[in-house]
């Protein structure tokens, strides 16, 4: 999700990255040296360190492995109504907001507001996007299932007439809070590719939409938690639905996680009477939502139910290849703004999983399984999440990082401190994260691990709150506008990264910003051509050559359209990014997902035509349909080379 100025100001909005929550003290006189060391010291020192190969710390010290070439002519840097892709290449839109994919539903028809009808359409602002090849197991590259995210609805997009702010909340309707609980969730979707290219199997017994009304069953160690129970669930285990999924991942054994990210922006009343005070405002739940559901449904008014925002803001599991399943909360994992949840499998077989809370100042946290994983035991796999460690991430400005315990009864998560169990550490992860003073990132949003190297990649898209006395040797910009990347190296164990180690080194990979602007002090691999620069970097993918592609939101703060940008991770291509897609005006762009023989490119166009004066008459572009009357759709477009090829090779 988007917070750029260029959208319609007061409406849906991650308002908190506008006002961070995390409280937490200033940074120590330890972090004062740091910044210290990072503004006059870091550059020369950091550089030295990584030409002696001392510590994993440097400015992209490039690597000797043979990267795979990167073979398409450029895009230029644009503004406009289309979506643009290199030459040789074909853009097909796939799956529309309002396309029926459940049997029955009715075509879109965008001045009927139907809950029902939603609820078997394609959902609104698509995010994440996952291909799962059919049948399950095959690796096959031409059938199979796209699982994609729907992470909010636009009111003032979707319904004539429709004003932002408090108008809009008066003026939401029953039956237009439940059209939006129906353009959230997830969609499951068959996928074809023949002659004609890729289409949607619109009747397909595996097609699911998942909505706010889906059950979904809570696990792990704060499930049948006091704090987890409501009215409507004396258990503490059963929730309907999920929202505000944002990007996600997906588990070795065929499942898809979907990350609950900007939960508080669905919960009315006044949150400072209830006993969950403090947890929600350190989840920046204030009684002053982006949507009225709160005057429909109980559940969403935290004065009367205040249990129910600790039932958001959690790793979700979904079966895709079962539309019957029930998905699972995993609380493992933490509660906070999960952007996404990358997957594993270590040198032991312990599963790790990777996730980032997206809010400014937040934090970057990884899960390690005690269990092992069993290639055998499929579906039963799942467990693993349910019983492990979590860790936040310290970074150091000696290029190390600390993986800390999340677990009650060590350091400071203690009674004293105010956690009675692990539930409460789950519960109030952000909380534990402050005490166990981990690093306040600048937005952490996708990551992502090489299979190749086992090397991650933390995305953090940007940080204009970030003060001077603020920066740090891994945030180091103030008033960072224009977003890095920080790569992580785990150590090595009998021949492989060991992700589940306690400590691994870090060095800055890409500081994003044109590198002709000094104010930028963008940092690249080697020189980017005029539009291999890019800002604000969000979802990122590999695809199976090794190569990452690093989708984008809030480019156009800086003049250019949102996209995708791609380069090689080792060797003298290391860092250097090349310009792939570009968006319609008033988009991010989300996914990105590849076939597993990365000849079909999936992307996520989010939010078309929503800008600085859009709503639903005027839309600053009508992409894809371009007709009139017709808004912008979000969309999943399929990107093919007319060669037949590989995408970007
Ligand atoms: Fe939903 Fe952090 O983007
Ligand atoms: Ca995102
Ligand atoms: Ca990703």
């Not at 260029?6 to 409280?23: A, G, L, M, Q, W």
């Not at 408090?166 to 809070?177: G, N, R, S, V």
Request: net charge negative; with cysteine; aromatic share 8%.
């Amino acid at each position: 999700m988007t917070d750029r100025h260029y959208r319609t100001p007061v409406h849906i909005n991650n308002e908190d990255d506008n006002n961070p929550s995390n409280p937490s003290a200033g940074p120590a006189l330890s972090d004062l040296i740091r910044v210290r060391l990072s503004r006059r010291d870091a550059l020369k020192g950091l550089m030295a360190s990584a030409a002696i190969g001392a510590i994993g710390v440097g400015i992209n010290p490039r690597g000797a492995a043979a990267a795979p070439k990167l073979g398409f002519a450029e895009i230029p840097h644009a503004y406009d109504e289309n979506l643009h892709v290199p030459q040789g290449y074909t853009a097909k839109t796939l799956l529309r907001w309002g396309d029926p994919i459940i049997a029955g539903a009715p075509d879109f028809d965008p001045l009927k507001h139907d809950a029902a009808a939603q609820a078997g359409q394609f959902g609104y602002n698509c995010d994440f996007v996952h291909f799962c090849p059919l049948p399950e197991g095959s690796g096959a590259s031409d059938h199979g299932l796209l699982v994609v995210n729907h992470e909010y609805t636009d009111a003032h997009m979707i319904f004539p007439g429709f004003a932002d702010g408090k108008a809009a909340l008066e003026a939401t309707t029953a039956e237009m809070a439940a059209y939006e609980q129906a353009g959230h969730g997830l969609s499951v979707v068959e996928v074809k590719r023949d002659g004609n290219g890729w289409s949607a199997v619109p009747d397909s017994r595996l097609n699911r939409r998942i909505t706010l009304a889906t059950e979904m069953e809570l696990v792990g160690p704060a499930a049948g938690d006091a704090r987890l129970k409501t009215a409507a669930d004396a258990t503490g285990t059963r929730v309907l639905g999920t929202m505000n999924n944002c990007a996600g991942g997906w588990t070795p054994w065929g499942t898809i996680l979907t990350a609950e990210e900007n939960v508080h922006q669905y919960f009315g009343g006044d949150p400072e009477a209830t006993p969950e005070a403090a947890n929600a405002k350190r989840m920046g739940i204030k009684g002053e939502p982006s949507y009225a559901w709160g005057k429909f449904a109980d559940r969403f008014d935290i004065s009367k139910e205040p249990n129910e925002p600790n039932r958001f803001g959690w790793i979700v599991e979904v079966d895709p290849y079962d539309p019957a399943s029930m998905p699972k909360k995993h609380t493992a994992l933490g509660r906070f703004k999960h952007e996404a949840a990358t997957t594993v499998i270590n040198g032991d077989n312990r599963l790790v999983v990777y996730t980032g809370d997206d809010e400014r100042f937040e934090y970057v946290y990884k899960y390690v399984s005690s269990g092992t994983f069993d290639p055998a035991a499929g579906r039963a796999n799942s467990t693993l999440l349910d019983d492990g460690t979590l860790y936040v991430a310290k970074l150091d400005a000696d290029g190390n990082v600390t993986w800390l315990p999340l677990t009650f009864g060590e350091g400071p998560l203690t009674e004293a401190k105010g956690f009675k169990n692990q539930a409460d550490v789950l519960i109030e992860a952000r909380r534990a994260g402050d005490l166990l003073e981990a690093t306040k990132m600048d937005r952490p949003e996708d990551i992502e691990a090489s299979d190749k190297t086992g090397k991650v990649y933390v995305v953090l898209t940007k940080n204009d709150k970030r003060k001077a006395e603020q920066v740090d040797a891994a945030n180091a910009r103030e008033k960072n506008i224009w977003g890095h990347i920080v790569e992580m190296v785990p150590p090595m164990k009998d021949g492989r990264a060991d992700h589940a180690a306690d400590r691994f080194t870090w060095n800055a990979f890409i500081q994003a910003g044109n590198p002709k602007d000094p104010e930028a002090k963008a940092i690249y691999g080697g020189e980017v051509s005029d539009a291999g620069w890019f800002a604000n970097p969000d979802n990122i993918a590999f695809d199976a050559s090794g190569r990452l592609w690093i989708s984008t939101d809030g480019f156009p703060d800086h003049g250019v359209h949102d996209g995708l940008w791609v380069t090689e991770t080792e060797g003298e291509g290391r860092a250097v990014t090349r310009h792939f897609l570009g968006c319609p005006r008033g988009a991010e762009l989300c996914g990105p997902a590849f076939t597993p023989d990365g000849k079909t490119l999936f992307v996520a166009v989010q939010h078309p035509g929503d800008e600085d004066g859009s709503n639903f008459q005027n839309p600053s572009t009508r992409w894809p349909d371009f007709k009139d009357g017709m808004p912008p759709r979000p969309s999943v477009v399929a990107i093919t080379k007319d060669d037949g090829g590989e995408i970007g090779a």
